[in-house]
Each structure stands twice: as C-alpha cells, then as structure tokens.
C-alpha cells in the first residue's frame, strides 16, 4: 500500500512539473514581445532604408559589428541612407530574449538578403541585439552580425 501511494505521489508530481515546465517556456511576457516587435520594426526600416526612424531607435552610443567593421550609430544611419548596405530582408528564424535589469539582449537566428556595396549577399547570421531601457523607451545599444556555418535556410523563391 505504502508502495502504490509514493508511486501515486510521484507520478502527480512528475506531472504538475512537466506542466510547470512547459507552461514556463512556452509563455511570451509582454516585454519580451514588446522587444520582439521592436526587432521586427528595425528590419522592416532597414529594408525600407528608413534612416529617420532608425536614427531615433539607435542609441547615441549604438555600435554596430558587421563582417567588415565596426562603426557607431552615425555611420551605420548613413551608410543606410546612401544605399552602402540595403537589408533587403531578414528572415527570421527564431529569436530569443534575456532581461538584465533594464537591458534586453535579443538573439534571432536568420537568413539576411542584402545589397552591400553593389552586390548581391545572401548569409546565415546569428543576430546579437541588446536595448537599453532609457526613460521608458527602448534603445538599440549594439547589432552584432556573426556568421553562421549552417546552410541556408531561405529558400531561393523567397529572395
């Protein structure tokens, strides 16, 4: 009897973690989707070479790490403006995000379809974003680029 009653409680208790578990991290607060849509807006302007509301997102101290340099929020915001790299678009894969007190750090894994300096590059990168919380509003801090090994993901239809 002792035997059938810790089997019972074992297995409710298997079941109510399984469940805590699952409930844990599937769920999406509100944060972190307000950074994943912020994300979402930042590609959506870079593919629009939308400069101004770029600029307004970057923090003045913004840096951006790319496969060719590293560079502030000024030159990233030309370098938009003037055609030099065109994020025509980002495909978005899965992203994932992490709170620090009042710094949100995004990873997305994506294919990215760009024109940089007049041609055509397709690459698999592993995204790097951290916003800054500054008065209530969110600020980019850094974009990191870092290529990935995998192949494609983007199917060639789709660029």
């Known amino acids: 009897m002792k035997t059938k009653f810790l089997g019972l409680l074992l297995f409710a208790m298997t079941v109510q973690f399984s469940y805590a578990q699952e409930t844990k991290t599937t769920a999406t607060s509100k ?6 849509d912020l994300s979402a ?14 600029s307004a997102l970057f923090d003045a101290k ?7 340099g590293t560079w ?11 055609g030099f790299i065109w994020y025509k678009k980002a495909e978005v894969y899965s ?5 620090y007190g009042t710094t949100a750090i995004l990873l997305s894994d994506i294919d990215l ?3 940089v300096g007049g041609n055509d590059a397709i690459n698999p990168f592993m995204v790097t974003e951290v916003y800054i ?8 801090g ?4 870092s290529h990935l090994a995998r192949p494609l993901k983007l199917n060639a239809n789709n660029k």
């Open 31 to 36: 944060a972190e989707q307000e950074i994943k």
């Open 41 to 54: 807006k930042k590609w959506q302007w870079m593919s629009e070479k939308n400069a101004d509301s770029l």
């Open 62 to 68: 913004c840096e951006f790490v790319h496969m060719g």
């Open 72 to 82: 502030g929020k000024d030159r990233e915001v030309d370098i938009i403006k003037g």
């Open 95 to 99: 992203t994932a995000v992490k709170f």
């Open 113 to 115: 379809v760009a024109v």
């Open 133 to 140: 919380k500054d008065n209530g509003k969110w600020k980019l």
């Open 142 to 145: 850094q974009l990191t680029f």
